[in-house]
Structure formats: structure tokens, C-alpha cells
């Protein structure tokens, strides 16, 4: 069942540039990073009241984010949504025959794990269901 938009995800070239002028003009703070070199990429949650950004930057001369920069040079990647049972979910929109560009969910930190819905079951939008266990 879906709780509420947890963030949108935006492909970057540098989060300390980005986060310093979004923390200058709005009071941005990180509040998460992750990087995953394998993947190519640095991800860094960043939050003010209840809204919440994600930004990607690419790192190294490879992965899914450098070829979204190399393409499209930047911009809006997907937008999240918080599910309170991401198992459960994907049964369900697997029923109404929506494919994921992953077969099970990712764990991506001790209390988060996600699945991205395959833009071609969403009309081109890249949608990103999270499961958070805190909160």
C-alpha cells in the first residue's frame, strides 16, 4: 500500500556544488550518502521540512547515471514512492502485468530496500517504490 512520496531522484555532476547552493537558498541538509562505485554512483539524500531530494552524481567514467549524463546531460531520474510492504506491492502491480527492471528487492541500506517499476509499465517514467523500516 502506498504511504506517501518519499523523493525524487535527480542526476547531478557535483552534489557539493548542488547541495551548497540548495542548503544556501533553501536550507537543504544531507542527511544520507551512499556511494556504490561498482554502479558508478554517488547517491545523497538531502532534506528540508518534508521535502526530500536525492542527488546522483555520476562516479567514474562508467554506469547507469554516466550514461544518463552523457545522454541527457542532467535532470529529473525518477520519482519515489514509500510502500509500508514493497514484497506485497510488487505482487500486486504484477498482477495488472507491470514489469520491474529487477526480479526482487534491492536492499540498499539496513532499514531501506526498493525496486524500480520499468519505464515501459509507466509510461516512460522511471518510478521508484522504497520500503522504509524506520519512520
Do not use: C
Not at 28 to 57: C, H, M, Q, R
Not at 109 to 131: D, M, Y
Amino acid at each position: 500500500m502506498i504511504e506517501k512520496y518519499d523523493h525524487v531522484g535527480m542526476v547531478i555532476q557535483n552534489t557539493d556544488e548542488v547541495l551548497g547552493v540548495l542548503s544556501h537558498l533553501f536550507g537543504f541538509e544531507a542527511v544520507e550518502s551512499i556511494a556504490d562505485p561498482e554502479a558508478g554512483f554517488k547517491s545523497t539524500l538531502i532534506s528540508k521540512s518534508n521535502v526530500t531530494l536525492e542527488l546522483l552524481e555520476p562516479v567514474g567514467p562508467r554506469g547507469i547515471i554516466q550514461k544518463f549524463v552523457e545522454k541527457k546531460g542532467g535532470g529529473l531520474h525518477h520519482v519515489s514512492i514509500r510502500v509500508s510492504n514493497l514484497e506485497e506491492e510488487m505482487k500486486r502491480l504484477r498482477e495488472l502485468e507491470v514489469q520491474f527492471l529487477s526480479e526482487t528487492p534491492v536492499q540498499v541500506t539496513p532499514t531501506s530496500k526498493n525496486v524500480f517499476i520499468h519505464p515501459r509499465s509507466a509510461a516512460g517514467l522511471l518510478i521508484e517504490l522504497v520500503q522504509r523500516d524506520s519512520e
